[in-house]
C-alpha cells in the first residue's frame, strides 16, 4: 500500500480506504528477475556489484535487431538471451545506447536502467513462452497468468473509483467527472462493448466492492490476448504502477493514436490526480510525493517507449 494512502487526514479518511481496496490483495507480480544463479550475464552481474564494469558501449545492426554491446560483447538479458532490439524499433535501440552510454563511474543502481529492465522482461517472457519451458515461466510468468492477473485490476480500477461529493469542497469528483467519464467511454467504444457496461464504484453510497461483468472481463480478456509481448509488458508495467489497468491501456493507445484520447503526462495525471489534490492542501511528504511524482511518470514514459514500434 502506498505511503499516502495511509497518512490519517483528518477528512476523507474513509474514501481514501475505499480507494486503496485494490491495493491490499495484490495479484502475483512479475517484474524483471533479479537471480541468483550461475548466469554470466551483463544485467545480473551490474545487479550483484553494481559498479560499471565496461568502457565502451555500442549497437551492431542487422537486418533483423540491433544489439546493444558493452566492449563488443552483446549484453545478455537476466535469463542469458541477447539484448536484440527489432529494426521496427531501432529508436528504442538507441535509446538503450545512451541510457548505458549515460551511467556514471560510481555505485550504479539498477532504476537507473528502466528501459533496459522492460526490454529484459519482455526477451525473457517471450522466450519462456513460446519455448513452453516451464522452469523458465515459473520465474517471468505465463502469459495467460498475467493476464488474469491484470484484470484483477479492472475491478477497483483507479480510474473507475470517484471521491464522495463533499470531499475537497467537491473539486476532487468534479474533475474525476471532467478527466475520467471520456475515458471511460472511450474504453467501452475499443472494447466493443455497450455504453454504462463498465461498473465504477461511487463512494458516496457508501463501503463496498467493485465488479466487472464477465461480459466485460471476456471483451477485456479477448483484447489482452491479441497483444504481442512488448505491448503486454509495457501495459503491465503501468497497470502495476498506477494500478490501473485503464491507464495501461491508455498507454498503448496514446503511442499508436497521438492525441486521440490522453497524452502520457495526462495519463500520469489521472493516476495520481487524488494525491495531487492531498499535496495541495496537507503538503508533500519529503522523500515521498515528489519521488512517486517522477516514479510513476519514469514508468509510464518508458512503457510508451518501448511499445512504439515504426511502421
Same mark, same amino acid.
Given at each position: 500500500m *502506498?505511503?499516502y ?5 483528518? &477528512?476523507?479518511?474513509?474514501?481514501r480506504?475505499?480507494?486503496?481496496y485494490?491495493t491490499i490483495s495484490?495479484?502475483?507480480q512479475?517484474s ?20 560499471k %564494469?565496461?568502457?565502451?558501449?555500442? +549497437? ?13 560483447k552483446?549484453?545478455r538479458?537476466?535469463?542469458? &538471451?541477447?539484448?536484440e532490439?527489432?529494426? &521496427?524499433?531501432?529508436?528504442?535501440a ?5 541510457e548505458w552510454s ?6 550504479? @543502481? ?12 519482455v526477451?525473457?517472457? =517471450? ?5 513452453? &519451458?516451464e =522452469?523458465?515461466?515459473? @520465474?517471468?510468468? +505465463?502469459?495467460?497468468d ?7 485490476? %479492472?475491478?477497483?480500477?483507479?480510474l473507475?473509483v470517484?471521491a464522495?461529493?463533499?470531499?475537497y ?7 474525476? =467527472?471532467?478527466l475520467?467519464?471520456p475515458?471511460?467511454?472511450?474504453? =467501452?467504444?475499443?472494447l466493443?462493448i455497450?455504453?454504462g ?7 458516496d453510497v ?16 479477448s483484447?489482452? *490476448? ?7 509488458v509495457?501495459?503491465? @508495467?503501468v ?13 498503448l ?7 486521440e484520447?490522453?497524452?502520457?503526462? @495526462? ?11 492531498q ?8 522523500d515521498?510525493?515528489?519521488?512517486d511524482?517522477q ?6 514514459n518508458?512503457?510508451g ?7
Amino acid at each position: 500500500m *502506498l505511503l499516502y494512502r495511509s497518512i490519517p487526514f483528518p &477528512n476523507g479518511l474513509v474514501s481514501r480506504a475505499i480507494r486503496s481496496y485494490a491495493t491490499i490483495s495484490k495479484p502475483q507480480q512479475y517484474s524483471t528477475p533479479q537471480l541468483e544463479d550461475n548466469n554470466q550475464t551483463e544485467s545480473n552481474r551490474l545487479s550483484k556489484t553494481l559498479t560499471k %564494469f565496461w568502457s565502451q558501449v555500442s +549497437i551492431e545492426s542487422n537486418e533483423n535487431h540491433h544489439a546493444i554491446k558493452l566492449d563488443n560483447k552483446t549484453i545478455r538479458t537476466p535469463l542469458g &538471451n541477447f539484448l536484440e532490439i527489432p529494426t &521496427n524499433r531501432s529508436i528504442l535501440a538507441h535509446l538503450l545506447h545512451h541510457e548505458w552510454s549515460s551511467l556514471s563511474n560510481l555505485s550504479i @543502481k539498477t532504476h537507473n536502467l528502466p528501459l533496459t529492465s522492460l526490454v529484459a522482461r519482455v526477451i525473457d517472457l =517471450e522466450h519462456a513462452n513460446l519455448t513452453k &519451458n516451464e =522452469e523458465l515461466q515459473a @520465474k517471468v510468468g +505465463i502469459r495467460e497468468d498475467i493476464i488474469e492477473d491484470l484484470l484483477r485490476y %479492472f475491478d477497483t480500477d483507479t480510474l473507475l473509483v470517484f471521491a464522495p461529493q463533499a470531499e475537497y469542497e467537491g473539486k476532487l469528483r468534479s474533475k474525476q =467527472e471532467e478527466l475520467y467519464r471520456p475515458i471511460i467511454s472511450q474504453i =467501452e467504444k475499443l472494447l466493443e462493448i455497450e455504453s454504462g457496461s463498465i461498473n465504477w464504484l461511487d463512494t458516496d453510497v457508501g463501503l463496498r466492492g467493485n465488479q466487472q461483468s464477465e461480459n466485460v472481463r471476456s471483451k477485456a480478456r479477448s483484447w489482452l *490476448l491479441n497483444l504481442d509481448f512488448w505491448d503486454l509488458v509495457a501495459l503491465e @508495467k503501468v497497470t502495476l504502477s498506477a494500478k490501473s489497468l485503464i491507464c495501461g491501456i491508455l498507454t498503448l493507445r496514446a503511442k499508436s493514436h497521438g492525441e486521440e484520447i490522453v497524452n502520457l503526462e @495526462k495519463i500520469a495525471e489521472c493516476a495520481t490526480l487524488e494525491v495531487g489534490f492531498q499535496t495541495e492542501k496537507w503538503g508533500e511528504v519529503e522523500d515521498t510525493h515528489d519521488v512517486d511524482y517522477q516514479d510513476i511518470r519514469r514508468n509510464i514514459n518508458s512503457a510508451g517507449i518501448i511499445s512504439f514500434r515504426q511502421e
